[in-house]
């Protein structure tokens, strides 16, 4: 399948000894995706607001295949399942989980699951940073559940959890093309503080 969007630069790539331009030793084809470190404060959020019929569940350990197979289910056919390859398998959306449910951050009150009568359509984890922030891990939305706010209204129980962890700063990270994203965090009160370039191993044609 061919994505609908393009990497930032496709290059050949070859062994070299300047490790901030491509893998050491990788042999191949490197494509550059823009991404931007984003970062709001916890002190002034408005509660979440869900639409009639939606609610939220909060994490327990016994959920940790439902939110994989959210994760697999909202990015397999995104940009991020590129730029991050676990995304796009199902084994590697498990295994994403169990390693951030062990983080010694990992904040059970950050994390969610957004459910419907239909089943569930939502996920986000968070996790308290070495330097007290917190991080937003993979907010996603299943397609047919979009267009209705409710990646904003899961960005925001997610917020909540933090400040209510006593954390006053949250980040996150976008890859640059995933507008409609952007849009949405600029509207919680995200700011760029950060451009960083990330260099993937695509298959040859």
């Not at 609908?4 to 901030?20: E, G, K, S, V």
């Not at 970062?39 to 959920?63: H, K, N, Q, T």
Request: aromatic share 10%; glycine share 10%.
């Amino acid at each position: 399948m061919t994505p609908h969007w393009q990497p930032l630069l496709t290059t050949d790539a070859r062994p070299t000894r300047d490790p901030l331009s491509q893998p050491q030793g990788f042999c191949g084809r490197l494509s550059y995706f823009k991404r931007f470190k984003m970062e709001a404060d916890l002190d002034r959020l408005p509660a979440p607001a869900l639409p009639e019929g939606f609610y939220w569940v909060s994490w327990c350990p016994g959920l940790i295949e439902a939110h994989a197979e959210l994760l697999y289910g909202c990015f397999q056919q995104e940009i991020d399942s590129w730029v991050f390859a676990s995304l796009g398998d199902r084994d590697g959306c498990r295994r994403l989980m169990s390693d951030i449910a062990r983080k010694s951050g990992f904040l059970p009150q950050a994390t969610w699951l957004l459910a419907c009568d239909s089943g569930l359509c939502g996920t986000v984890q968070g996790v308290r940073e070495r330097n007290g922030v917190g991080a937003i891990q993979n907010l996603g939305i299943l397609p047919g559940y979009r267009g209705r706010s409710l990646g904003a209204q899961l960005l925001l129980q997610a917020m909540h959890g933090f400040r209510q962890a006593g954390l006053r700063r949250t980040l996150l990270e976008v890859t640059a093309q995933n507008e409609r994203a952007i849009r949405v965090y600029r509207r919680l009160g995200f700011r760029r503080i950060k451009t960083l370039y990330k260099a993937v191993a695509m298959p040859l044609a």
